[in-house]
């Protein structure tokens, strides 16, 4: 049908004149005519396949269709489920807490013990500081793996005149990156 009121169209205009060769409008015209079926029998094809599609998306949604009925009565069996297995999941929580408790009290009576031990044996912290060191020096920045001791000996200074010059309480207890007046270093 459409070709037909096409090509109709197409004849009444060449008939008012507007052809210049009738051999050449008509082959222009068949091909006109070609492309708009093929373009026609594309455009079928297509919306047979979106109506397929259509009918395969209906029976989907039929199928899954659900109640509010069956909702509701899925929704509380979740919740008693729940409840039942929050009880029983708290109950095995507070056990596995207690038990975890009672690990860490002993491993913290252990550790509290041995640093009582560690505090009888360990020498006495020194608190005054002398300053008969000599006021000339250098910095230092602690190096890892550096003791009071090494430090003094690469920079030929003695050790008590570093604690003294930088009132190091606690010889054993220098830190990386530490910098550290070196007092008569060479």
Known sequence: MWK???VGGLFAATAWGQ????QVELANLREDVRGLTQRVESLMLRLEQLERENAELRQKA???YVTPAQLNEAIAEAKSAANKSSDAAKKDALQQMTVQLEKVAKQ???ALE???KGQATRPTVQTTFKEDYPKEGVAYTVQKGDTLADIA?????????????N???DPSRINVGQTLFIPGAK
Do not use: C, E
């Open 108 to 110: 913290t009576n252990a």
């Open 153 to 165: 000996k690469k920079t030929g200074a003695k050790t008590q005149d570093i604690i003294n010059a």
């Open 114 to 116: 041995a640093i009582a």
């Open 4 to 6: 037909s009121l096409f």
């Open 62 to 64: 039929d199928k899954s």
């Open 167 to 169: 009132k190091i309480s």
């Open 19 to 22: 052809v210049q060769n009738p």
